[in-house]
């Protein structure tokens, strides 16, 4: 067997994993490189092998930094089949859509700005390549267990976001386990990732390998943030992931109004249509969760759900001078409605702007979060003085501990393990201390490289 590292080596996106088994090319998640611009440029180059070579992708969940270049796959010649979860080809259906409609709204705006260093700027993709790229979709079996050629191959539930797994491939005699995103065993939404006995080569996360989740109540964490917003009678926006974050704030929202700790009747919004048809799927697969059916009914409860954007334009200025909560995406504030929000809660120090999550390097967010006093949107600067906040414990991804205890869920240690999808700084972190600690080999590829297993 050979690994070409094709995506998510030397960054925490782009997650791309190219297996060559002898009789099969399989590529483990197709992800989109986000972030800072040298890493977005990755999207526009080759892929590093031919995507009609491709015989099968096998996906471990729905976010954009794994799932977000299969339309762009699809368009250059893979005719292959993705096997996926139920649940996550129903977010996939959400969640490359959306990506769609916003690389044709980037290169209609760069047009019409002339911003774009071509004589024309076009999409990454568009949405009918979106639509195609879900016709490639393959559901599994009850068990998750499927073969491919000689390769034995099982998808295992992962926490950290509906439909999410880590997946096995056996094949010639060896086991491959690519951990994709991982899950924490305390999280308010999604049960605990499911341990694995054996690997002979480990791919493992590192999201979060050289950090640890606060100890704190994240329920009285936001319930705090709320009351001192209310006080100086500002309104609170939380940039939100559509998939996964969104609902888990919609669920503490409402546990804070049912035990008084804020206002019954402060206005609540959820602006965000990805986020409206991903709530409408956890509604719908509430066996995959961990709170009971009567709060998962009462996860709406109350709240306004924004469908329109000229309603969206219109709110953005009403909450402006009113109190009130918004939900809105995109979570790193890279795009989406989010961007009307800023734009008019930004100047006032009235206002607070919460991130419930983590915010990759040279996104808005993490410059938000790291101080800027102005951020930059659609060739405007905007003036930052509201309150800017960060509440981490929210993130969906097991922290350093979490991973090493997933991995010592192993009976005998593999023979070599690789850690991908981090920042360099987490990814050398996790490295250190599963050398450290376990004394399994184990090193960071590199983007591009290829090892014979």
């Not at 015989?55 to 996926?84: E, K, M, T, W």
């Not at 850690?419 to 590199?446: K, Y």
């Amino acid at each position: 067997m050979k690994l070409t590292f094709l995506g998510a080596a030397d960054s925490v996106t782009g997650s791309r994993h190219l297996l060559d088994t002898g009789d099969k090319r399989l590529l483990l998640d197709c992800g989109l490189f986000q972030g800072y611009k040298m890493l977005r440029e990755r999207n526009w180059a080759p892929m590093g092998v031919a995507p009609v070579s491709i015989d099968a992708v096998l996906l471990s969940h729905a976010h954009l930094d794994h799932s977000g270049y299969i339309p762009a796959l699809v368009r250059q010649g893979f005719h292959g089949q993705i096997f996926s979860t139920g649940a996550t080809r129903e977010l996939c259906e959400v969640l490359l859509a959306d990506s769609a409609h916003l690389q044709e709204e980037d290169a209609r705006r760069a047009n019409r700005i002339g911003s774009s260093r071509h004589e024309k700027a076009l999409p990454l993709y568009t949405i009918k390549d979106a639509q195609r790229a879900l016709a490639h979709f393959v559901g599994l079996p009850r068990d998750g267990r499927l073969k491919l050629g000689g390769s034995e191959i099982r998808f295992t539930p992962a926490g950290h976001l509906l439909g999410a797994s880590s997946i096995s491939i056996k094949s010639g005699g060896k086991t491959l386990v690519f951990s994709g995103d991982l899950g924490r065993s305390n999280d308010l939404l999604m049960p605990p990732p499911q341990p694995l006995e054996e690997a002979d080569v480990l791919l493992i996360e590192s999201t979060y390998g050289n950090r640890l989740h606060p100890a704190q109540d994240l329920e009285q964490a936001l319930a705090q943030v709320v009351r001192r917003t209310l006080q100086r009678g500002g309104s609170l926006l939380l940039p939100s992931f559509a998939i996964g974050r969104a609902q888990v704030l919609l669920l503490v929202i409402q546990r804070l109004r049912a035990q008084g700790e804020i206002p019954a009747d402060l206005p609540i919004y959820l602006d965000s249509p990805m986020a409206r048809e991903a709530t409408e799927i956890t509604l719908k697969n509430g066996r995959l969760l961990r709170i009971s059916a009567a709060e998962l009914r009462r996860l709406t409860d109350g709240v306004h759900l924004v469908a329109k954007a000229p309603e969206s334009m219109k709110l953005a200025a009403e909450v402006a001078r009113r109190s009130a909560i918004v939900i809105s995406a995109s979570g790193m504030a890279t795009g989406g409605r989010v961007l009307n929000y800023l734009r008019t809660l930004a100047p006032s120090a009235r206002h607070h702007i919460c991130f419930p999550g983590f915010q990759v390097g040279g996104t808005r967010g993490a410059k938000l979060i790291a101080g800027a006093r102005e951020i930059k949107m659609q060739g405007e600067f905007v003036p930052v003085n509201a309150e800017i906040s960060h509440l981490e414990g929210f993130s969906g991804h097991a922290d350093a501990d979490g991973l090493m205890a997933w991995m010592r869920g192993f009976r005998k240690p593999p023979s070599q393990v690789f850690v991908v999808h981090g920042e360099p700084e987490a990814s050398d972190a996790l490295r250190s201390r599963i050398q450290d600690e376990l004394g399994w080999p184990v090193r960071v590829p590199q983007h591009g490289e290829t090892v014979n297993l």
